[in-house]
């Protein structure tokens, strides 16, 4: 299990999301999550320009095993999605908190961060699940 | 209370991501699933089976008894060890469960029956073999372990006594002997398997599978779990119990009917109700499908057809295929353009006849 980074907030549903230096908001799923999952075989990626809800159904990743949805931490609207995904899957097992992030959102109200778990709550949680 | 197999502790230390299995703590994976499916279609993994569960009958009236219990008729089994693929069936000719049938002797036959239906099958072989003085005796004492893949009859023969070597290396295919393993481990092999790939399952005393599964990792087979398990038997186009068929299908509306003898004059249990149902004409069939476009086909999703609607059984990703492939139970008749339902969206598959894949290769038109 790799470290959390602590500059990352988190839904309880394993989501994260890190406000980049120009004030865009990256959103992708846990190490964790990538690993309950299992490998991943697809991405259903959200349209450029769409606009979302904080907890809403965003993006699907689909493992052998299951398909999740994933919510947005955020509400807004989407400026930009990992393409890289269409052909590598397997890119959120292997780096999720980095490359294998999924799509980046123009939050319309940064407030909605503060209602999320920062790491040590999220590391706290993950840790009860296990047991 | 969830059970555990004996070699629960060794798939722990070797980091499985443990889940419940039908009331059973096992391995999904160890790592990477897909890893694990590829291991075995290229080289040779192995595969904790032991909640399986293993049944003896003896008695001198057991054939008999056979002939009555199972679709498939136990006198194709003719010489000592040989296997047979068979369902039991109830009254009304749905499947109660799948098994195998070895015969072992001409007063001992072993079943080995799925671990989802342990009591449901326990009592259905118990109830009926009475009338036919059969001794029924579950064998807990037993483990059991599944090796496959192209190299896996070579490693385990090469852990196997010398003087074992040549007569299990010509062991046929849907048969079984015992052997010598190593420390001198008394084992049942059995040329069967649930991947499409040839190997052994290989059953040995509890108190020795732990051996047993470390000097086969010694010999370069690699640890897979139950998920690259379901998807192997998923290419090779074999039924599970519980999502292909169950109590209410017939081995017709599973493509099992290749597993029905209607021998002249044998009265097996569901025999009636199957001539039936045939002499109307089936109304369900379980095809094959195929999803080219991306996307991933799972059970319970709704499939579209010219006759109506039916469902997907298994359904998953292919790793061999690099695509979603599933079985469906569809309206009988001419299907039309088929589509699939996933998440709202009505995606167009291709019906095809299965497995998908044979000996590590895609077959023709998938």
Not at chain 1, 79 to 84: F, L
Not at chain 1, 96 to 116: C, N
Not at chain 2, 189 to 211: K, L
Not at chain 2, 280 to 300: I, Q
Request: aromatic residues 6%; charged residues 25%.
């Amino acid at each position: 299990m790799s470290e959390i980074p602590g500059d990352l907030k988190f839904l309880k549903s394993h989501e994260w999301a890190r406000v980049e230096d120009d004030g865009l908001v990256r959103v992708g799923i846990s190490d964790h999550a990538q690993g309950q999952l299992g490998d991943l075989v697809y991405v259903e990626l959200p349209e450029i320009g769409a606009s979302v809800q904080a907890g809403h159904g965003v993006a699907v990743v689909e493992s052998v095993k299951a398909a999740s949805d994933i919510y947005s931490p955020v509400s807004g609207e989407i400026v930009a999605v990992n393409e890289n995904l269409n052909d590598k899957p397997e890119t959120i097992n292997e780096d999720a908190f980095g490359d294998g992030w999924i799509f980046l959102v123009r939050a319309s109200d940064r407030g909605e961060l503060g209602e999320l778990l920062d790491a040590d709550a999220y590391a706290e949680l993950i840790e009860n699940e296990d047991h | 209370m969830t059970e555990k197999t004996v070699l629960n502790d060794t798939h722990r230390a070797l980091g499985a991501r443990m889940v419940d299995f039908g009331g059973w703590d096992m391995p999904i994976n160890y790592g990477s699933q897909i890893e694990e499916h590829h291991v075995v279609r290229r080289d040779a993994g192995m595969f904790d089976v032991s909640h399986m569960t293993v049944v003896d009958l003896h008695g001198p009236r057991t054939r008999e008894f056979l002939r009555h219990l199972v679709a498939n008729s136990v006198d194709k089994l003719k010489v000592q060890g040989k296997a047979l693929y068979t369902c039991m069936l109830n009254e009304q000719g749905g499947v109660v469960d799948d098994l195998i049938v070895y015969f072992l002797g001409e007063e001992f036959f072993r079943l080995v029956v799925n671990a989802a239906t342990r009591a449901k099958d326990l009592a259905w072989i118990e109830q009926h073999a009475k009338a036919f003085d059969v001794q029924v005796k579950e064998r807990p004492d037993f483990a059991m372990i599944a090796v496959q893949g192209p190299n896996a009859r070579a490693k385990v023969i090469g852990l196997l006594a010398e003087v074992d070597h040549e007569r299990i290396g010509k062991l046929g295919k849907f048969a079984a002997a015992a052997a010598q393993g190593p420390h001198g481990m008394p084992l049942f092999v059995a040329r069967t398997g649930y991947t499409g790939e040839d190997g052994f399952e290989i059953v040995v005393p509890q108190d020795q599978a732990v051996a047993l599964w470390d000097a086969l990792v010694a010999a370069g087979v690699a640890p897979a779990g139950l998920g690259a398990r379901d998807t192997l038997r998923l290419e090779a186009g074999m039924n599970l119990y519980g999502q292909d068929m169950d109590d209410d299908v017939s081995p017709w509306e599973a493509n099992l009917g290749w597993t029905i003898a209607l021998d002249e004059g044998r009265d097996f249990i569901g025999r009636k109700a199957l001539e039936a149902q045939k002499a109307d004409g089936v109304k369900r069939v379980m095809v094959g499908l195929v999803l080219d476009d991306k996307g991933v086909l799972r059970h319970g999703q709704t499939v579209l057809t010219a006759n109506g609607p039916g469902e997907i059984l298994s359904g998953s990703f292919a790793p061999t295929l690099n695509k979603a492939v599933a079985f469906a139970r569809i309206p009988a008749g001419e299907p039309g353009e088929v589509r699939v339902d996933i998440r709202g969206r009505e995606v167009p598959v291709r019906v095809v006849k299965y497995p998908f894949v044979r000996d590590g290769k895609p077959c023709e038109g998938v």
